[in-house]
């Protein structure tokens, strides 16, 4: 069965610094890998997403991701992080010959100190 | 583009009354639709897949009888909750598959249930 992991529940970071999440996935072939982002009480928005190609993946505000098959990972970057970036981030894998059916990881949350 | 709407998106209702959820992509059509909901401080978990003109398909555990879902069009879909109970109280979520671009879902913004 498929499963998703972000090893980190919490991170801290400083604003201005750099952002790295984690994502490991356990997939029978390479999946649909997606990014989102969810505010407080808000529904989820697209950061980015992985189907083939280029590895590296650029997404909206200022996020990229990499795709290593070797390490079953997709792990979301960000350089310089902005006090806007708070919210709590999932990851997620999930195939057309799955019915499109999304596997979230259980989501790491973003605080920004000033 | 591919924006999708929830309609209420706070709803406080008596245990025991029936609630109906609205989700609609707005500028795109979507023979698919997800129905999730989350629990505080947790991830998302899958209730459903809705297919227009067809029956939906549950997820394992999940009481068809008691989350129906309707997708009578290729932009609107309907959860309701009937006979709810306070272990109903959720966050309700919906999204949209978008066909351009492909296999992508986009969410609404999703509806606190509150039952009393």
């Known amino acids: 069965a498929q499963s998703v992991t972000q090893p980190d529940i919490h991170i801290t970071v400083s604003e201005g610094a750099s952002l790295e999440l984690r994502c490991n996935y356990s997939?029978?072939?390479?999946?649909?890998l997606f990014w989102y982002v969810q505010s407080p009480g808000q529904g989820l928005q697209l950061l980015l997403k992985y189907f083939s190609g280029d590895t590296l993946v650029q997404g909206i505000k200022g996020f990229e991701a990499e795709f290593k098959r070797s390490q079953s990972s997709f792990n979301l970057r960000k350089p310089s992080v902005h006090w806007s970036d708070a919210a709590e981030y999932f990851c997620a894998v999930g195939a057309r010959a799955a019915g499109n059916k999304l596997t979230f990881g259980g989501g790491t949350r973003v605080l920004v100190k000033p | 583009g591919a924006v999708v709407s929830q309609h209420p998106s706070r709803v406080i209702c008596k245990s025991g009354t029936s609630v109906k959820i609205e989700c609609r992509s707005l500028d795109f059509q979507a023979t698919t639709m997800f129905w999730y909901r989350q629990f505080p401080k947790q991830s998302l978990m899958l209730m459903a897949t809705?297919?227009?003109?067809?029956?939906?398909?549950?997820e394992q555990g999940v009481e068809k009888d008691k989350f129906l879902i309707n997708h009578a069009s290729l932009t609107l879909s309907t959860l309701t909750v009937t006979s709810a109970h306070p272990e109903d109280s959720s966050f309700y979520i919906c999204?949209?598959?978008?066909?351009?671009?492909?296999?992508?879902?986009?969410f609404g913004p999703g509806t606190r249930l509150t039952v009393l």
């Open positions: 809705s297919n227009e003109g067809s029956k939906a398909t549950y």
């Open positions: 999204s949209a598959l978008s066909g351009n671009p492909a296999d992508t879902q986009y």
């Open positions: 997939y029978g072939a390479t999946p649909y």
